[in-house]
């Protein structure tokens, strides 16, 4: 029998997790120019639903499938195994095979045990994992805004979540290389590397083979709807309980302290975004706000289980100040077009909360028993850390170039809507509709 309790708190965690998606098309949404915001939204739910899709059919199977790289002596069986799952729950039909051999079990009063695998149906869990590769693969999609075609896009965020967070989230969550104690003993409660570098990276990348949006550094691109940023912003603050406190797998203790961290963390990290805009631009602001409260969230998603609620609050107030520099400054100084600053924020923030592991995880948290530098004096985790970190940054550069230069190169050359469409607006060109039909004269 499975624990009813869990089983309803993975449910609600799922559907939380569900709905940052289309909050996050809210919150790209009011960041994009008013000609693309339609076009800004449905990239975003195009990701969802596509990833959606391929985890069900593929993802799951690459992230948890197979046998496991190492034996319980620590020795290395299976190579393949450190990067990639294997193919036996290929179509997540072993979901449904779990909830015939329950149904046996409670008609004919049998045991059969290799159909209970946790607390909570297989089917849940397949959907709590699939929520995380739908918002995932939408965050990318805020770095390519403005500028990329519709069918190249739906390429990249159709081979992205099989190419890249798959295999990632079995490296991490699934005994791979980066998560294994027997290999790089990294440790990442939420998603530090598997969803905020993977997909800020990712974005990073796909931007450089994009190109800039024309007129960028001539023009200013303002926000055109400040109240969606915030109702954006609101909902993703929202479902990230669901997302770190679900990453606990049961209601528990863990989960009580991802959530109290998650609280704390994105409080301080909007007070601390606040003081750097009032000190460096004399004002604060609503958009400001906001992406300090994402920052925060994104900051403490890999410690949100592993650190105490002081630490939580320490690094809120630390990643504002870094990511503000990234998005104000670095970004201008290199010269890249991240159109809605998702490497600002998210790659950025994630390297940062992954550092911060290092230092502030209680030993007794952690899932591996080594604790951070701040409490053991030994570096050994910060430098499992780093290498978990740097193994990341490495895979995902090498696999989205590779990716975005063939997408490129079947396309016809070109990623880019023309010049002229880019002018106008995907909005109208590409869609058919716009966002304010009544506004201009069309209701």
Not at 8 to 30: D, E, H, I, R
Not at 379 to 403: D, H, R
């Amino acid at each position: 029998m499975y624990d009813t309790g869990s089983s309803a708190f993975m449910m609600l965690a799922t559907a939380l997790v569900v709905m940052m998606s289309p909050a996050l098309a809210l919150f790209y949404g009011g960041l994009s120019r008013k000609k693309n915001v339609v076009n800004t939204m449905l990239m975003s739910i195009m990701a969802m639903a596509i990833a959606g899709v391929i985890w069900v059919l593929i993802g799951d199977s690459i992230a948890y499938g197979g046998v496991a790289p190492f034996d319980d002596d620590g020795n290395l069986v299976n190579a393949i195994g450190l990067f990639f799952g294997g193919t036996q729950r290929l179509l997540s039909s072993w979901a449904a095979t779990e909830a015939i051999g329950m149904n046996a079990s409670l008609s004919d009063g049998a045991t059969i045990g290799s159909a209970v695998l946790g607390d909570y149906p297989g089917a849940v869990s397949i959907a709590f994992q699939a929520s995380f590769a739908m918002v995932t693969t939408a965050i990318v999609t805020g770095s390519l805004a403005g500028r990329i075609k519709f069918g190249p896009l739906v390429a990249i965020v159709t081979l992205w979540p099989i190419l890249v967070y798959a295999p990632l989230a079995h490296m991490v969550w699934g005994g791979g290389l980066i998560g294994s104690e027997y290999a790089i003993g990294a440790i990442d409660f939420a998603g530090g590397d598997v969803v905020h570098i993977s997909s800020g990276v990712s974005g990073l990348v796909l931007c450089l083979i994009l190109g800039q949006r024309r007129g960028y550094e001539i023009m200013s691109y303002r926000p055109h709807n400040t109240p969606f940023v915030m109702l954006g912003a609101g909902l993703l603050f929202m479902g990230w309980f669901g997302f770190n406190g679900g990453s606990a797998l049961e209601c528990d203790g863990y989960a009580g302290l991802a959530v109290l961290n998650t609280l704390v963390a994105a409080c301080a990290a909007t007070v601390s975004w606040a003081i750097v805009e009032k000190v460096r631009n004399g004002k604060c602001t609503l958009v400001g706000a906001c992406t300090g409260v994402l920052a925060g969230l994104v900051v403490i998603t890999p410690a949100c289980g592993f650190v105490e609620p002081w630490a939580a609050v320490v690094m809120g107030f630390i990643v504002s100040p870094i990511c503000f520099t990234a998005i104000a400054f670095l970004k201008h100084r290199l010269n890249y077009d991240d159109a809605l600053d998702a490497f600002g924020c998210h790659g950025i923030g994630g390297i940062t909360g992954g550092i911060l592991t290092g230092l502030f995880c209680v030993p007794d948290l952690s899932w591996t028993g080594v604790g951070g530098l701040f409490y053991t004096g030994s570096p050994s985790l910060l430098i499992s850390q780093l290498g978990g970190i740097g193994v990341t940054l490495a895979y995902v550069i090498v696999v989205v170039s590779i990716m975005g230069l063939v997408v490129k190169k079947v396309c016809g050359g070109s990623l880019r809507v023309s010049a002229e469409i880019e002018n106008e607006g995907l909005d109208a060109v590409l869609h058919g509709e716009t966002p304010y039909p009544a506004f201009d004269g069309l209701d």
